[in-house]
């Protein structure tokens, strides 16, 4: 069963910043992510052919990951905004590194970059954990 586990909304309001590769990570695309950000959305051009790719970009993460109780959406506004501080690790239930996070700016910010390439497996795996055990540790 297919779950509705990204949002179009969501992708194109991060598309607005899509030079960045914002919206590519948010789908699930890391690798093209990090291009976009060292090349300006390839330019432009890639960033222009973004806005006709997304839907199909969402399709495919609602394929790819495991929909349940934690939020795809909501995590990943949580990292972008407060990710420094680990509070997109404290939603998801795990505690520890997001009090790590939040008492060394992100793990000296590369834990915030390595949450950047991991964050939908990891929303994902809480996600599975959840329905193999029909318990959701908070």
Known sequence: MMHDTHS???GYLLWLFGFTG???FYYGKPVTGTLWFFTF???GIGWLIDLF???GMDRSADHRYTGGPVNYSLTWILLTFLGL???HRMYMGKWISG???LLTGGLF???YLYDFWTLNSQVSER???WARTGYYQV
């Open 8 to 10: 179009k909304l969501i």
């Open 22 to 24: 914002a919206h590519r």
């Open 41 to 43: 959305g390839l330019l």
């Open 53 to 55: 790719l997304i839907p």
């Open 85 to 87: 501080f680990g509070v």
């Open 99 to 101: 009090i790590i996070y």
């Open 109 to 111: 910010l590369l834990g």
């Open 127 to 129: 996600n599975r954990e």
